[in-house]
């Protein structure tokens, strides 16, 4: 052993072995994180093709799902939705704008994934998050002020609907979205974050959006449950509306 580190600078090598490992472990994870959200696209006047960058996407593994759903990551399946905004100018990069209404146009803020279009479920196989009226055991804690009955005001000040039940996610639990009766008959969630609490005054509101768009929000196929789907489009719906709820919201100065 004297002989060989006669020659050699074990701690050197030892350096250099410790560099090429941790080159090859930022490889693998960066390559690994591209398992989701790519391909990303690049949009020209031409049509959409898709950027890999360095290093490449990874082949695809294979995960079984409870219930015997198997899915692929990357998947196979690119996303085919149009586009429904137009670039602000012939520039590379230039912001778009929505075309249509953009709180539903999955656009900027508002837009969103495609998740599988049905609910997160808990250990047992049963809906993760539910309303109170179908989650025995679960009530607002009476230290809390019981949101049920509720106006919800929307930034300008106009009642929008009312809080007519509570959802709740069972596994930590905490309240995930608020049920509102909106004015014109409809029922729509409202995300909980989304949220601030009057308790005073009796009412809820959210600066997100206005109090006439809570009758466009997205609504449930389902009463009684909520899929991952509906759950990304309702949160991308008051996302939007940060920015685009009034035409002012998308200038330079709010």
Same mark, same amino acid.
């Given at each position: 052993?004297?002989?060989?580190?006669? %020659?050699?600078?074990?701690?050197?090598?030892?350096? %250099?072995?410790?560099?090429?490992?941790?080159?090859?472990?930022?490889?693998?994870? !960066?390559?690994?994180?591209?398992?989701?959200?790519?391909?990303?696209?690049?949009? &020209?006047?031409?049509?959409?093709? $898709?950027?890999? @960058?360095?290093?490449?996407?990874?082949?695809?593994?294979? %995960?079984?799902?409870?219930? /015997?759903?198997?899915?692929?990551?990357?998947?196979?399946?690119?996303?085919?939705? =149009?586009?429904?905004?137009?670039?602000?100018?012939?520039?590379? /990069?230039?912001?778009?704008?929505?075309?249509?209404?953009?709180?539903?146009?999955?656009?900027?803020? /508002?837009?969103?994934?495609?998740?599988?279009? !049905?609910?997160?479920?808990?250990?047992?196989? &049963?809906?993760?998050?539910?309303?109170? #009226? *179908? *989650?025995? /055991?679960?009530?607002?804690?009476?230290?809390?002020?019981? $949101?049920?009955?509720?106006?919800?005001?929307?930034?300008?000040?106009?009642? @929008?609907? =009312?809080?007519?039940?509570?959802?709740?996610?069972? *596994?930590?639990?905490?309240?995930?979205?608020?049920?509102?009766?909106?004015? &014109?008959?409809?029922?729509?969630?409202?995300?909980? !974050?989304?949220?601030?609490?009057?308790?005073?005054?009796?009412?809820?509101?959210?600066?997100?959006?206005?109090?006439?768009?809570?009758?466009?929000? $997205? &609504?449930?196929?389902?009463?009684?449950?909520?899929?991952?789907?509906?759950?990304?489009?309702? =949160? *991308?719906?008051?996302?939007? @509306?940060?920015? %685009?709820?009034?035409?002012? #919201?998308?200038? $330079?100065?709010?």
């Amino acid at each position: 052993m004297g002989a060989i580190t006669g %020659y050699f600078d074990v701690a050197q090598i030892v350096l %250099y072995v410790f560099w090429i490992f941790f080159a090859g472990l930022i490889f693998y994870l !960066h390559r690994e994180d591209k398992r989701e959200g790519y391909p990303l696209e690049s949009s &020209t006047a031409s049509g959409r093709y $898709p950027i890999q @960058g360095f290093p490449a996407i990874p082949k695809p593994k294979t %995960y079984k799902l409870p219930g /015997g759903k198997i899915v692929q990551a990357p998947k196979p399946e690119r996303d085919t939705r =149009t586009i429904l905004a137009k670039a602000s100018s012939p520039a590379v /990069g230039s912001p778009l704008i929505p075309t249509g209404n953009p709180l539903l146009d999955a656009v900027g803020p /508002g837009a969103y994934a495609l998740r599988d279009n !049905h609910p997160d479920l808990m250990v047992d196989g &049963t809906p993760l998050i539910l309303p109170l #009226r *179908a *989650a025995p /055991g679960f009530e607002v804690a009476s230290e809390d002020p019981d $949101p049920i009955g509720m106006d919800v005001v929307g930034a300008d000040g106009v009642i @929008g609907g =009312t809080v007519s039940d509570v959802w709740v996610d069972r *596994a930590e639990p905490q309240i995930r979205y608020l049920e509102v009766a909106v004015t &014109t008959g409809r029922t729509v969630l409202l995300p909980i !974050h989304f949220s601030r609490f009057n308790p005073a005054a009796r009412r809820v509101n959210v600066k997100s959006i206005l109090g006439s768009q809570f009758a466009t929000a $997205p &609504t449930l196929a389902n009463p009684d449950q909520v899929t991952m789907l509906e759950e990304e489009k309702i =949160t *991308a719906y008051y996302g939007g @509306g940060t920015l %685009y709820a009034t035409p002012a #919201r998308s200038e $330079p100065l709010i």
